[in-house]
């Protein structure tokens, strides 16, 4: 049947809100019982209100019950809130925050009982396995100053807790070595955030005492130098990631001899690691004491591949998948991940390599890949030729042979054809939260929701966005509401002048830092943008510096280029609530009513600011929910209360 030519942005499509949300759900964690090889996820489920399960991935079976929900507050952003091993799981659950343990189907707590701690990035002895390292986020005083962040040993079987590391203004990636005699973690200080500085400490170890000794810093620099995702190949080698030649480069640390050495023979131009937003994140992992499984990405899109530690030698795997987290080894031969493709949604899944493979052994194209876990029933349901194929563009950054990255997926139903006399596809401008942060490529379903209606969609990497090296991070450096802003519009330009996007019919939208993006773009270009949703974002940032959380309390002074006091008018400046007379585009703002990271009245100062001088406005309140939404119910709302406003303001019929 021939596809029915009708305007873009009016295709009917089978993609629908209810289908994304009561049929999906997110791997929010990964990891490997070290003695039986279990495996064991963590699934975040919308339709229970977005609470994280701790399932075991083989049986498909819930290690608890529908009370308990695994999910770490440390940074507020979480991350890492169980591990095994030996059968036995350590988890910290969200509304307690104590940590509890799980040896039979009745969850025990095993730390003691206090609402102001909350426990994350957790890792077990190898040989005393009562004895759980954690990062430790005390909130007994709650103003942001005051929060303390050490990292402790939790005895399990008497319920205390013993600092092995403190004095610094955060922690993580506590390890312990594989025999137990060492422990490793990663450590920093304001006002840096973990990607901007931050130190690799290795200190001595004994459990009888449950004590450090000979602690070291042996890598990394506040301020210069970033180390990412260490952990112990063996008991004599360390590696780590650090950005030191420009871009996340795996390195290593011997023990016997205390020196430091590149993993790589030159540096390259790829980014192993993601900023360290989340505790726990993994995108590389041991097979066995000399190969690493490895994920590097170049120019926003990664590969697979192994990596040998003494010698360097890499070899690329053949591998569907455009994005890769949550690397875990499982034998020497077998890993886990989870992995995205074009065409498929993030799915777990194991790798099984040949027995005789190697990094000599040159590119590797018979690995064999199986889904344990899809994160979504709905996708076997439709039709792949529903699904875009991202595009990754270069654009570039005017005034400069710089490149601006953006990734382009075009209106795609295999049930229509284009628009008619020669009209161009509306356009969704997605802008990343964090700032430091970058949409993946991908299967997305909201971005999939609009491309099936006859829509584009473009995720802008913005200056300062992860995944392209340090240099392009720090495009962001001091210009916090400038180069993002910028950058958006020039995607929009550019693209349009390529005529793969209406530049008329542009809908600029993001969430948290990306929502203030979509804030100052329509403050500082009026004209640029047709329309506008923006989730969770800042609009004061004078509020937002008095008024965040203590891992984010001092990220404004170096992406607006000092302090509050030091340039209160560079903050007014860039606020777009004192602005917001210079709005034209219809704005949509959607809050969480209980966000700490974004507090409501970020959204509703601006709301107020419009409705006085009658713009076109509407506010959307979600009770309940935080810095996102978690809910099925909300999820679904947000979704289409944003269709509808574009369609409304476009005409769109």
Request: hydrophobic residues 35%; proline residues 6%; charged residues 20%.
């Amino acid at each position: 049947m021939a596809p029915t030519t009708a305007p873009y942005g009016t295709w009917k499509s089978p993609i629908l809100a209810d289908l994304i949300t009561q049929k999906t759900i997110g791997v929010a964690e990964v990891h490997v019982d070290p003695v039986t090889n279990e495996i064991y996820h963590g699934e975040s489920r919308p339709s229970e209100g977005g609470r994280i399960a701790i399932v075991n991935t083989k049986a498909r079976q819930d290690v608890f019950g529908p009370d308990w929900n695994a999910r770490s507050g440390v940074h507020e952003y979480g991350g890492s809130a169980f591990a095994v091993r030996d059968g036995v799981i350590y988890f910290t659950d969200f509304k307690t925050k104590r940590l509890y343990a799980i040896k039979s189907n009745n969850p025990e707590a095993v730390s003691p009982a206090n609402e102001n701690h909350r426990f994350g990035d957790l890792n077990i002895h190898p040989s005393n396995s009562h004895l759980v390292l954690s990062t430790l986020e005390d909130h007994t005083k709650p103003a942001p100053e005051d929060v303390v962040n050490t990292l402790v040993v939790i005895n399990t079987q008497t319920q205390s807790l013993t600092a092995i590391a403190q004095g610094a203004d955060f922690y993580s990636t506590g390890r312990f070595s594989p025999d137990g005699t060492k422990v490793s973690w990663i450590q920093w200080h304001h006002p840096d955030m973990p990607w901007e500085g931050s130190e690799l400490v290795v200190a001595d170890f004994d459990a009888s005492s449950v004590a450090v000794s000979n602690s070291s810093v042996i890598a990394g620099k506040p301020g210069d130098e970033s180390i990412n995702e260490a952990f112990w190949a063996s008991n004599k080698t360390l590696v780590y990631l650090s950005d030191k030649s420009g871009f996340y480069n795996p390195w290593k640390y011997d023990v016997e001899s205390k020196s430091n050495s590149p993993i790589l023979p030159n540096p390259v131009e790829k980014d192993y690691a993601e900023p360290a937003w989340l505790l726990g994140a993994s995108r590389w992992t041991a097979l066995d004491d000399s190969t690493l499984l490895v994920s590097p990405t170049t120019n926003g899109d990664a590969s697979l591949g192994l990596l040998r530690i003494d010698s360097g030698e890499f070899a690329e795997i053949k591998s569907p998948y455009v994005n890769l987290g949550a690397v875990h080894g499982v034998t020497s031969t077998s890993a886990v991940f989870v992995g995205v493709t074009d065409d498929t949604p993030a799915a777990l899944i194991k790798i099984t390599l040949p027995n005789a493979v190697s990094p000599s052994s040159g590119s590797i194209d018979n690995a064999v890949f199986e889904t344990l876990k899809e994160t979504s029933s709905a996708a076997s349901t439709i039709s792949r030729g529903l699904f875009p194929k991202h595009q990754s563009i270069a654009l570039e950054i005017p005034g400069s042979r710089a490149p601006l990255h953006v990734m382009y997926f075009p209106p795609t139903n295999p049930d229509y054809s284009g628009g008619k006399d020669g009209e161009l596809p509306p356009c969704v401008l997605n802008i990343h939260g964090g700032p430091t942060s970058r949409v993946a490529p991908g299967l997305s379903w909201t971005a999939t929701y609009f491309t099936s209606r006859g829509w584009a969609w473009v995720d802008v990497n913005y200056g300062g966005s992860s995944g392209y090296g340090r240099e392009y991070r720090e495009r962001l450096r001091g210009n916090w509401g400038v180069v993002d802003v910028n950058d958006s519009m020039t995607a929009a330009q550019q693209l349009s002048a390529r005529g793969l996007i209406d530049g008329k019919r542009v809908a600029i939208r993001g969430g948290s830092a990306g929502g203030y993006t979509v804030l100052a773009a329509v403050v500082t270009h009026p004209l640029a943008f047709t329309v506008a949703t923006s989730s969770y974002g800042i609009s004061d940032l004078a509020l937002l510096a008095s008024d965040t959380h203590k891992f984010e309390s001092r990220y404004l002074e170096k992406l607006i280029g000092g302090t509050l006091k030091e340039v209160p008018e560079v903050y007014r400046e860039r606020s777009p609530v004192f602005h917001a007379n210079k709005i034209r585009a219809p704005l949509l703002i959607l809050q969480g009513s209980i966000d700490a990271v974004v507090p409501p009245g970020q959204a509703e100062a601006i709301v107020k600011q419009i409705k006085e001088r009658d713009g076109k406005v509407e506010y959307v309140l979600f009770e309940g929910e935080g810095h996102g939404w978690r809910k099925a119910e909300n999820i679904k709302r947000a979704l289409e209360t944003e269709e509808r406003w574009y369609a409304e303001v476009l005409r769109l019929s």
